[in-house]
Protein backbone atom coordinates (compact mmCIF):
# COMPACT_ATOMS: atom_id res chain seq x y z
CA UNK A 1 0.00 0.00 0.00
CA UNK A 2 0.99 3.43 -0.53
CA UNK A 3 0.84 6.65 1.38
CA UNK A 4 -0.83 9.92 0.03
CA UNK A 5 1.37 12.62 0.42
CA UNK A 6 -0.95 15.66 1.76
CA UNK A 7 1.74 18.16 0.04
CA UNK A 8 1.98 16.50 -3.23
CA UNK A 9 -1.50 16.20 -3.25
CA UNK A 10 -2.19 19.69 -2.77
CA UNK A 11 -0.20 21.01 -5.90
CA UNK A 12 -1.78 18.16 -8.11
CA UNK A 13 -4.97 19.44 -7.68
CA UNK A 14 -4.14 23.08 -7.84
CA UNK A 15 -1.78 22.30 -11.03
CA UNK A 16 -4.71 20.40 -13.29
CA UNK A 17 -8.27 19.11 -12.61
CA UNK A 18 -9.34 16.86 -10.18
CA UNK A 19 -10.51 14.28 -12.86
CA UNK A 20 -6.63 14.13 -14.30
CA UNK A 21 -5.55 13.91 -10.90
CA UNK A 22 -7.69 11.03 -10.09
CA UNK A 23 -6.19 9.31 -13.39
CA UNK A 24 -2.75 9.82 -12.05
CA UNK A 25 -3.58 7.88 -8.99
CA UNK A 26 -5.74 5.30 -10.48
CA UNK A 27 -8.87 6.22 -8.35
CA UNK A 28 -12.10 7.89 -9.38
CA UNK A 29 -12.47 11.63 -8.71
CA UNK A 30 -15.21 10.45 -5.87
CA UNK A 31 -12.36 8.86 -3.78
CA UNK A 32 -10.08 11.44 -4.44
CA UNK A 33 -12.34 14.59 -3.06
CA UNK A 34 -12.95 12.16 -0.02
CA UNK A 35 -9.95 12.02 0.32
CA UNK A 36 -8.69 15.88 0.04
CA UNK A 37 -11.33 16.34 2.72
CA UNK A 38 -10.40 13.98 4.87
CA UNK A 39 -6.37 15.17 4.44
CA UNK A 40 -8.10 18.76 4.75
CA UNK A 41 -6.40 19.53 1.50
CA UNK A 42 -8.21 22.74 -0.09
CA UNK A 43 -9.68 22.22 -3.89
CA UNK A 44 -10.51 24.68 -6.61
CA UNK A 45 -14.31 25.37 -6.93
CA UNK A 46 -16.95 24.57 -9.52
CA UNK A 47 -15.99 26.58 -12.82
CA UNK A 48 -12.50 27.13 -12.00
CA UNK A 49 -10.94 25.56 -14.90
CA UNK A 50 -13.70 26.51 -17.35
CA UNK A 51 -12.50 30.03 -16.70
CA UNK A 52 -8.74 29.40 -16.69
CA UNK A 53 -9.79 27.93 -20.46
CA UNK A 54 -11.76 30.61 -21.58
CA UNK A 55 -8.96 33.25 -20.26
CA UNK A 56 -10.59 34.45 -17.17
CA UNK A 57 -9.02 34.40 -13.94
CA UNK A 58 -9.75 31.45 -11.83
CA UNK A 59 -10.27 31.66 -7.78
CA UNK A 60 -7.59 32.71 -6.03
CA UNK A 61 -5.46 29.41 -4.69
CA UNK A 62 -6.14 28.78 -0.65
CA UNK A 63 -3.15 27.75 1.45
CA UNK A 64 -3.20 24.41 3.12
CA UNK A 65 -4.00 24.11 6.28
CA UNK A 66 -1.33 23.20 9.17
CA UNK A 67 -2.59 20.12 10.91
CA UNK A 68 -1.63 18.72 14.52
CA UNK A 69 -2.15 15.16 13.36
CA UNK A 70 -2.34 13.97 9.41
CA UNK A 71 -4.27 11.39 9.25
CA UNK A 72 -2.67 7.87 7.36
CA UNK A 73 -4.68 7.36 3.89
CA UNK A 74 -3.06 4.40 1.87
CA UNK A 75 -4.07 3.89 -2.03
CA UNK A 76 -3.37 0.28 -3.54
CA UNK A 77 -0.10 0.92 -5.96
CA UNK A 78 -1.44 -2.03 -8.25
CA UNK A 79 -4.08 0.80 -9.27
CA UNK A 80 -1.67 2.62 -10.02
CA UNK A 81 -1.40 4.74 -13.60
CA UNK A 82 1.57 6.20 -15.00
CA UNK A 83 0.67 9.42 -17.39
CA UNK A 84 1.36 8.60 -20.80
CA UNK A 85 4.95 9.21 -21.77
CA UNK A 86 5.79 11.86 -24.70
CA UNK A 87 6.26 9.21 -27.22
CA UNK A 88 3.08 7.77 -26.53
CA UNK A 89 1.23 10.75 -27.30
CA UNK A 90 -0.35 11.67 -30.65
CA UNK A 91 1.72 15.16 -32.00
CA UNK A 92 -1.57 16.85 -33.74
CA UNK A 93 -3.81 15.84 -30.23
CA UNK A 94 -1.12 17.56 -28.83
CA UNK A 95 -0.71 20.86 -30.66
CA UNK A 96 -4.92 20.94 -29.97
CA UNK A 97 -4.63 20.48 -26.94
CA UNK A 98 -1.99 23.42 -26.93
CA UNK A 99 -4.36 25.37 -29.03
CA UNK A 100 -7.51 24.46 -26.50
CA UNK A 101 -4.96 25.69 -22.89
CA UNK A 102 -4.15 29.11 -25.01
CA UNK A 103 -7.41 29.59 -25.68
CA UNK A 104 -6.98 30.25 -29.41
CA UNK A 105 -10.29 27.98 -29.63
CA UNK A 106 -12.57 29.91 -27.52
CA UNK A 107 -15.95 31.66 -28.83
CA UNK A 108 -15.81 34.99 -29.41
CA UNK A 109 -19.05 37.25 -27.86
CA UNK A 110 -21.73 37.84 -29.72
CA UNK A 111 -22.29 40.48 -32.20
CA UNK A 112 -25.62 41.33 -32.52
CA UNK A 113 -25.19 43.80 -35.67
CA UNK A 114 -22.71 41.01 -37.21
CA UNK A 115 -23.80 39.48 -40.82
CA UNK A 116 -25.38 36.18 -39.80
CA UNK A 117 -23.46 33.15 -41.71
CA UNK A 118 -25.62 31.99 -44.63
CA UNK A 119 -25.97 28.66 -43.21
CA UNK A 120 -27.31 29.72 -39.83
CA UNK A 121 -29.75 32.05 -42.02
CA UNK A 122 -31.03 28.62 -44.66
CA UNK A 123 -31.18 26.61 -40.92
CA UNK A 124 -33.51 29.04 -39.66
CA UNK A 125 -35.77 29.54 -42.62
CA UNK A 126 -36.05 25.82 -42.59
CA UNK A 127 -37.31 25.06 -38.91
CA UNK A 128 -38.90 28.46 -38.53
CA UNK A 129 -42.33 27.23 -39.88
CA UNK A 130 -43.18 26.18 -36.17
CA UNK A 131 -45.65 23.94 -38.39
CA UNK A 132 -43.62 21.00 -38.74
CA UNK A 133 -42.80 19.27 -35.52
CA UNK A 134 -42.42 15.57 -34.36
CA UNK A 135 -44.10 13.94 -31.90
CA UNK A 136 -42.05 14.99 -29.36
CA UNK A 137 -42.31 18.71 -30.66
CA UNK A 138 -39.11 18.93 -31.74
CA UNK A 139 -38.64 20.72 -35.09
CA UNK A 140 -38.33 19.18 -38.39
CA UNK A 141 -36.91 21.20 -41.53
CA UNK A 142 -39.00 21.64 -44.33
CA UNK A 143 -36.73 20.82 -46.86
CA UNK A 144 -32.99 19.48 -46.47
CA UNK A 145 -29.60 21.66 -46.68
CA UNK A 146 -29.61 23.15 -43.36
CA UNK A 147 -27.30 22.30 -40.60
CA UNK A 148 -28.27 19.01 -37.71
CA UNK A 149 -30.09 21.09 -34.92
CA UNK A 150 -33.05 18.99 -33.40
CA UNK A 151 -34.21 20.69 -31.07
CA UNK A 152 -37.93 22.37 -30.18
CA UNK A 153 -39.16 26.02 -30.54
CA UNK A 154 -38.00 27.50 -27.30
CA UNK A 155 -34.41 26.17 -27.75
CA UNK A 156 -34.25 26.78 -31.49
CA UNK A 157 -32.99 30.86 -31.22
CA UNK A 158 -29.93 29.76 -28.60
CA UNK A 159 -28.87 26.46 -30.78
CA UNK A 160 -28.48 28.71 -33.94
CA UNK A 161 -26.38 31.08 -31.99
CA UNK A 162 -24.32 28.21 -30.25
CA UNK A 163 -24.22 26.26 -33.91
CA UNK A 164 -23.10 29.78 -35.15
CA UNK A 165 -20.15 30.05 -32.82
CA UNK A 166 -19.20 26.97 -33.36
CA UNK A 167 -19.18 27.56 -36.81
CA UNK A 168 -16.91 30.86 -36.43
CA UNK A 169 -14.25 29.18 -34.47
CA UNK A 170 -13.67 25.98 -36.98
CA UNK A 171 -13.68 28.87 -40.33
CA UNK A 172 -11.16 31.19 -37.74
CA UNK A 173 -8.47 27.99 -37.52
CA UNK A 174 -9.38 27.86 -41.52
CA UNK A 175 -11.59 24.81 -41.26
CA UNK A 176 -14.72 24.60 -42.92
CA UNK A 177 -18.16 23.73 -42.31
CA UNK A 178 -20.91 22.29 -44.71
CA UNK A 179 -24.05 19.91 -44.98
CA UNK A 180 -23.91 16.63 -46.15
CA UNK A 181 -26.09 14.88 -49.67
CA UNK A 182 -28.37 12.82 -46.40
CA UNK A 183 -28.62 16.51 -44.18
CA UNK A 184 -25.51 15.88 -41.76
CA UNK A 185 -23.51 18.92 -40.72
CA UNK A 186 -19.92 18.36 -41.73
CA UNK A 187 -16.71 19.90 -40.49
CA UNK A 188 -14.28 19.30 -42.81
CA UNK A 189 -10.99 19.74 -40.94
CA UNK A 190 -7.51 19.03 -42.45
CA UNK A 191 -9.56 17.06 -45.28
CA UNK A 192 -11.23 14.64 -42.72
CA UNK A 193 -14.78 14.78 -42.45
CA UNK A 194 -16.37 15.24 -39.16
CA UNK A 195 -20.27 14.89 -38.53
CA UNK A 196 -21.49 16.83 -35.99
CA UNK A 197 -24.66 18.75 -34.66
CA UNK A 198 -26.97 20.17 -31.97
CA UNK A 199 -29.95 18.64 -30.25
CA UNK A 200 -32.31 19.08 -27.29
CA UNK A 201 -32.73 15.43 -25.17
CA UNK A 202 -36.06 14.30 -24.86
CA UNK A 203 -37.61 13.83 -21.42
CA UNK A 204 -40.08 11.64 -19.59
CA UNK A 205 -42.57 13.09 -17.60
CA UNK A 206 -44.63 10.72 -14.94
CA UNK A 207 -48.00 11.44 -13.93
CA UNK A 208 -49.67 9.40 -11.26
CA UNK A 209 -53.22 9.34 -11.54
CA UNK A 210 -55.53 10.63 -8.69
CA UNK A 211 -56.54 8.04 -6.48
CA UNK A 212 -60.26 7.04 -6.56
CA UNK A 213 -61.93 6.69 -3.15
CA UNK A 214 -63.16 3.12 -4.04
CA UNK A 215 -60.79 1.28 -6.88
CA UNK A 216 -62.80 -1.02 -8.96
CA UNK A 217 -60.04 -2.21 -11.05
CA UNK A 218 -55.91 -1.47 -11.77
CA UNK A 219 -56.49 1.12 -14.34
CA UNK A 220 -57.55 3.04 -11.04
CA UNK A 221 -54.42 2.73 -9.80
CA UNK A 222 -52.22 3.61 -12.92
CA UNK A 223 -49.74 6.61 -13.78
CA UNK A 224 -49.38 8.29 -17.45
CA UNK A 225 -46.16 8.22 -18.79
CA UNK A 226 -45.70 11.49 -22.03
CA UNK A 227 -41.89 12.78 -23.24
CA UNK A 228 -41.55 15.68 -24.12
CA UNK A 229 -37.98 18.13 -25.16
CA UNK A 230 -36.10 18.59 -21.88
CA UNK A 231 -35.00 21.94 -21.96
CA UNK A 232 -31.13 21.41 -22.54
CA UNK A 233 -28.92 21.65 -25.34
CA UNK A 234 -26.16 18.82 -26.19
CA UNK A 235 -23.35 19.46 -28.76
CA UNK A 236 -22.87 16.24 -30.22
CA UNK A 237 -19.83 14.20 -32.12
CA UNK A 238 -21.35 12.02 -34.70
CA UNK A 239 -18.78 10.17 -36.25
CA UNK A 240 -17.88 7.52 -35.28
CA UNK A 241 -13.59 7.46 -33.62
CA UNK A 242 -12.65 4.18 -31.86
CA UNK A 243 -9.22 4.27 -32.07
CA UNK A 244 -6.67 1.79 -30.48
CA UNK A 245 -8.02 2.04 -26.54
CA UNK A 246 -8.53 5.75 -27.11
CA UNK A 247 -12.87 6.73 -27.44
CA UNK A 248 -13.10 10.37 -27.67
CA UNK A 249 -15.89 12.32 -25.89
CA UNK A 250 -19.01 12.77 -28.13
CA UNK A 251 -21.39 15.01 -25.97
CA UNK A 252 -20.74 18.45 -24.44
CA UNK A 253 -24.28 18.97 -22.43
CA UNK A 254 -25.93 21.67 -20.53
CA UNK A 255 -25.32 21.02 -16.89
CA UNK A 256 -26.13 22.36 -13.22
CA UNK A 257 -23.24 25.02 -13.34
CA UNK A 258 -22.62 25.39 -16.80
CA UNK A 259 -24.48 25.94 -19.89
CA UNK A 260 -23.24 24.39 -23.53
CA UNK A 261 -22.13 28.23 -24.36
CA UNK A 262 -19.27 27.90 -21.92
CA UNK A 263 -17.70 24.79 -23.50
CA UNK A 264 -17.70 25.45 -27.36
CA UNK A 265 -14.19 25.39 -27.17
CA UNK A 266 -13.82 22.36 -25.78
CA UNK A 267 -16.54 20.89 -28.39
CA UNK A 268 -13.85 22.21 -31.06
CA UNK A 269 -10.90 20.76 -29.65
CA UNK A 270 -13.20 17.50 -29.83
CA UNK A 271 -13.60 18.10 -33.30
CA UNK A 272 -10.49 18.45 -34.12
CA UNK A 273 -8.87 15.05 -32.47
CA UNK A 274 -11.66 12.98 -33.66
CA UNK A 275 -10.39 14.26 -37.22
CA UNK A 276 -6.93 13.08 -35.92
CA UNK A 277 -8.20 9.85 -34.87
CA UNK A 278 -10.60 9.45 -37.96
CA UNK A 279 -7.11 10.03 -39.80
CA UNK A 280 -5.03 7.70 -37.61
CA UNK A 281 -7.87 4.70 -38.03
CA UNK A 282 -7.88 4.97 -42.06
CA UNK A 283 -4.17 5.16 -41.91
CA UNK A 284 -4.07 2.04 -39.92
CA UNK A 285 -6.50 0.94 -42.18
CA UNK A 286 -4.46 1.23 -45.03
CA UNK A 287 -1.54 -0.08 -43.50
CA UNK A 288 -3.42 -3.56 -42.11
CA UNK A 289 -4.79 -3.65 -45.76
CA UNK A 290 -0.97 -3.30 -47.28
CA UNK A 291 -0.44 -6.03 -44.65
CA UNK A 292 -2.87 -8.42 -45.62
CA UNK A 293 -1.69 -8.12 -49.04
CA UNK A 294 2.10 -8.36 -48.81
CA UNK A 295 0.85 -11.60 -46.68
CA UNK A 296 -1.45 -12.68 -49.13
CA UNK A 297 1.39 -12.31 -51.89
CA UNK A 298 4.22 -14.05 -49.73
CA UNK A 299 1.31 -16.57 -49.16
CA UNK A 300 1.46 -16.96 -53.04
CA UNK A 301 4.65 -17.21 -54.08
CA UNK A 302 5.28 -19.83 -50.86
CA UNK A 303 2.59 -21.89 -52.35
CA UNK A 304 3.98 -21.54 -55.52
CA UNK A 305 7.62 -22.36 -54.25
CA UNK A 306 6.35 -25.41 -52.71
CA UNK A 307 4.36 -26.86 -55.65
CA UNK A 308 7.15 -26.37 -57.65
CA UNK A 309 9.22 -27.92 -55.21
CA UNK A 310 7.23 -30.90 -54.97
CA UNK A 311 6.81 -31.20 -58.79
CA UNK A 312 10.45 -30.98 -59.09
CA UNK A 313 10.79 -33.68 -55.90
CA UNK A 314 7.96 -36.03 -58.14
CA UNK A 315 9.88 -35.78 -61.14
CA UNK A 316 13.34 -36.82 -58.90
CA UNK A 317 11.39 -39.53 -57.80
CA UNK A 318 10.15 -40.43 -61.29
CA UNK A 319 13.41 -40.53 -62.43
CA UNK A 320 14.92 -42.67 -60.05
CA UNK A 321 11.77 -45.30 -59.92
CA UNK A 322 12.50 -45.15 -63.80
CA UNK A 323 16.05 -45.65 -63.76
CA UNK A 324 15.95 -48.75 -61.40
CA UNK A 325 13.13 -50.13 -63.96
CA UNK A 326 16.08 -49.61 -66.30
CA UNK A 327 18.53 -51.30 -64.19
CA UNK A 328 16.59 -54.05 -63.84
CA UNK A 329 15.26 -55.09 -67.35
CA UNK A 330 19.15 -54.81 -68.10
CA UNK A 331 19.76 -57.13 -65.49
CA UNK A 332 17.49 -59.27 -66.85
CA UNK A 333 18.06 -58.92 -70.54
CA UNK A 334 21.40 -60.20 -69.37
CA UNK A 335 20.18 -62.61 -67.67
CA UNK A 336 18.28 -63.68 -70.26
CA UNK A 337 21.01 -63.68 -72.99
CA UNK A 338 22.97 -65.50 -71.32
CA UNK A 339 20.50 -68.22 -70.45
CA UNK A 340 19.38 -68.11 -73.89
CA UNK A 341 22.90 -69.08 -75.59
CA UNK A 342 22.48 -72.26 -74.58
CA UNK A 343 18.70 -72.80 -75.75
CA UNK A 344 17.66 -74.20 -78.85
CA UNK A 345 19.85 -73.09 -81.85
CA UNK A 346 16.47 -72.90 -84.11
CA UNK A 347 14.97 -70.40 -82.02
CA UNK A 348 18.01 -68.21 -81.17
CA UNK A 349 16.53 -65.31 -83.98
CA UNK A 350 13.85 -65.39 -82.13
CA UNK A 351 15.17 -64.96 -78.63
CA UNK A 352 17.95 -62.21 -80.26
CA UNK A 353 14.69 -59.81 -81.86
CA UNK A 354 13.39 -60.75 -77.94
CA UNK A 355 16.49 -59.43 -76.30
CA UNK A 356 16.62 -56.17 -79.08
CA UNK A 357 13.12 -55.26 -78.20
CA UNK A 358 13.04 -55.39 -74.38
CA UNK A 359 16.52 -53.08 -74.97
CA UNK A 360 14.74 -50.56 -76.59
CA UNK A 361 12.29 -50.87 -73.54
CA UNK A 362 14.69 -50.42 -71.42
CA UNK A 363 16.35 -47.77 -73.14
CA UNK A 364 12.92 -46.21 -73.28
CA UNK A 365 12.52 -46.19 -69.61
CA UNK A 366 16.48 -45.14 -68.75
CA UNK A 367 15.84 -41.04 -68.25
CA UNK A 368 19.45 -41.33 -68.82
CA UNK A 369 18.94 -41.79 -72.67
CA UNK A 370 17.88 -38.66 -74.49
CA UNK A 371 17.08 -40.02 -77.85
CA UNK A 372 14.22 -42.48 -76.83
CA UNK A 373 13.80 -45.79 -79.33
CA UNK A 374 10.23 -45.84 -81.05
CA UNK A 375 7.27 -47.61 -80.31
CA UNK A 376 3.93 -48.29 -81.16
CA UNK A 377 2.93 -47.22 -78.08
CA UNK A 378 3.75 -43.67 -78.98
CA UNK A 379 0.58 -43.94 -81.05
CA UNK A 380 -1.77 -45.27 -78.51
CA UNK A 381 -3.17 -41.35 -78.43
CA UNK A 382 -4.26 -41.62 -81.70
CA UNK A 383 -6.96 -44.78 -80.76
CA UNK A 384 -9.44 -41.66 -79.41
CA UNK A 385 -9.39 -39.81 -82.12
CA UNK A 386 -10.84 -42.79 -84.32
Same mark, same amino acid.
Given at each position: ????????????????????????????????????????????????????????????????????????????????????????? #????????????????????? #????????????????? @????????????????????????????????????????????????????????????????????????????????????????? %??????????????????????????????????????????????????????????????????????? %????????????????? &????????????? &???????????? @?????????????????????????????????????????????????????????
Amino acid at each position: MEQYDREELYEKVWEKPMLKVAEEYGVSSVALGKTCRKLCVPVPGRGHWAKLAHGHQGVKKMPLPKLDKVPVIFRSPIAARKPPSSDQV #DPEVAAVDQLFSSGALNAQPV #DPTARIHPLIRHTASLL @RSRTRKDEHSILLPRDVGGLDVKVSEGTLERALQVMAQVVAVLERRGHSVGVSDTGGTIALINGDRVSFGIEEPIRKVVVQKPRVPNPT %DRWDYDETVSYEPGGKLVLCIHSDTPWGEREERKRWSDAKFQRVESRIADFVAGLMRTAVAQRRREEKRKR %DEAEKDRRARERAQLQK &DVQQEEEKLKEFD &DWMDAWERAERM @RSFIAAYAEKSSSWSVEKQPKYKTWIEWATQQADRADPFVSEKPPSVLDRKNELGRW
